[in-house]
């Protein structure tokens, strides 16, 4: 009974918080989405590509891909240019693309939709 009485008393308390994204599930739902969507397949592979933590919130992590260089990965392997950036939202598990020119984070579809102009 005292359970219940706390949930609706704290309903934004820490009971709540455990239902959030780790770093690593964030990772995993970025990765799973890009794989399912293509997005990189025109002119490279996953495997060439380095998913990095930019930052952490209690609300959301940001992640930068850059491109992997070297080995069996082409280009320059003193360099590793960033691709593109995701932040993906812990509670709701949407993710928005940085989109430079406008300079925020907008829907993921705005990805696909800029891609697909290519």
Known sequence: MLFLSL???FPCSNVLAG????????LDIL???????KLYDSWTTLSC?????EEKTKDHFDFAIRE????????????????DRF??????????????GEGE???YRAVLKARLKK
């Open 49 to 53: 590509l380095l998913f990095s933590t």
């Open 87 to 100: 932040r993906l939202d812990r509670l709701t598990k949407k993710i928005r693309w940085y989109e430079p």
């Open 68 to 83: 992997k260089h070297g080995g069996q990965c082409a280009s320059d392997p003193n360099t590793s240019p960033i691709a």
């Open 31 to 37: 990765t799973a989405q890009i794989q399912k969507d």
């Open 19 to 26: 239902k959030q994204l780790t770093e690593q599930q964030a």
């Open 105 to 107: 984070f907008l829907p």
């Open 7 to 9: 949930l609706i008393t």
